[in-house]
């Protein structure tokens, strides 16, 4: 479907992540006058009652009128524990539960990569109500485990293509500079990373001196491995697969290697101290980016931000980084309006309000549908192209959900991306990096 959305009207650098901030629509917050009812053996699913209090463990800048209007909707007080990190909150709640609950929130908020984490017990947990058609079929599946629904999706990360258009007209490709045109030189349609890439061969070749992108390992690399459904772990028994024998995992090391060797990444993350300077200094024309990282490219690029542009596909249809989801810990006393609050939090309006705070691109398929309405007279980042549509028909490529277990995240960083690492250094082949990523994976299976 085509999500028609106009672009928001500020883009800003918040608390060490961009984030985009938009001053668009109306932030008040309706939700139905009782909580659903839950499913699959929840504890509770009576009224929430006038004079309850609750605890919300967050790490989000909610919109404090979404907490207000919660609080004056149901006659109840929400406590919230704010944590500066998404993974200061982790460790707390890990530790709550293995001694019983204890300092756990009512409601928690679970930033999505550290999903698998959290629901190590599931028993922790409550199995939500069923909410129908209020997000993207692939979000809402990313909440479960075991077919459970035990997280509500508050925002989503959808990958796109974003390059410096200017570039590209400076140095012999500016045929290529409309959105509509890059598209189809790396594959239209029918994208891939082998089209991505070979597009990258033909401008480094008569451009050596700047890269393709700015990291292949935490760009293409990265976006690839999230769009295998299970890249590292057996969905029926979350159990590492053997990576030696791992072909598809294999295959993509092998092809961001041989980029890398190419000379298609400049070799700088955007996590990167000197991510900055080489923007500023063309060392790259693209990178893969999610809506909440694009704040990045803009408060580096400055006066120039209006130079960049989206790319209409994405290599292998689309994919997902990012993004956070709503639980109801078990041990809670207040069930009733713990399930309340996190339906709140995740309903359509309460997504609206975010966006125009905090910039969390909605998960909700209605907010998409409907359009997220922007001010339509600034300077743009993408030199007023209309790239909210392009992200919202993004997010509807997404093939599915990405399974990701207990131990997705140590071999996708500590196997995986360290080793190939090496290869960007010049310290190893790709063959030889991917001996030693199976010798760690080895090691610590």
Known sequence: ???????????????????????????????????????????????????????????????????????????????????????????????????GGVGVGDVVTIEGDLFSEFMVHPDDWVTLPEIPGRWLGWAADEGRVNGALKGYRTDIGPLAIIYNARILQEHGFGQYADPAAFSQWIGGSNATWDTFLDAGRQFHAAN???AWVDDIGNGPARAALRQLPAAFEDPATGQPVDLEGNTAVHNIFMQMGQAMQDGLGAGVPFWDGAWGSAMLGDEFVAMVAPPWQIGWPLAASGPNAGDW???????NGGGNWGGTFVGVTAHGTNQACAIALADWLTNDDT????????????????????????????????????????????????????????????????????NLGTVQDGINTPAQAWDAAVAYFNSRR
Not at 15 to 32: D, E, I, K, M, S
Not at 86 to 98: E, H, I
Not at 309 to 315: D, K, N
Request: hydrophobic share 45%; net charge negative; with cysteine.
């Open 1 to 99: 479907m085509i999500r028609k959305m106009r672009a928001v009207s500020t883009v800003a650098l918040m608390t060490g992540v961009g984030l985009f901030a938009a001053a668009c629509g109306n932030g008040a917050t309706t939700t139905p006058a009782a909580p659903p009812a839950a499913e699959g053996g929840a504890a509770a699913t009576g009224a929430c009652e006038a004079g309850s209090s609750i605890t919300l463990d967050s790490f989000v800048n909610w919109d404090p009128q979404v907490i207000a209007d919660f609080e004056a909707h149901y006659g109840v007080t929400v406590n919230e524990i704010h944590y500066a990190q998404s993974t200061d909150l982790r460790d707390a709640v890990v530790l709550g539960l293995s001694q």
């Open 208 to 210: 050596p001196g700047i």
């Open 309 to 315: 542009r989206i790319a209409e596909v994405f290599p």
């Open 351 to 418: 997504a609206r309000a975010q966006w125009a705070a905090e910039g969390a691109f909605p998960s909700q398929a209605a907010v998409l549908d409907a359009g997220i309405a922007g001010s339509p007279d600034h300077a743009p980042f993408f030199g007023d192209q209309d790239y909210t549509e392009t992200l919202g028909n993004l997010a509807d490529n997404i093939p599915g959900a990405t399974y990701r277990g207990a131990n997705f995240g140590w071999i996708q960083d500590d196997a995986i991306f360290q």
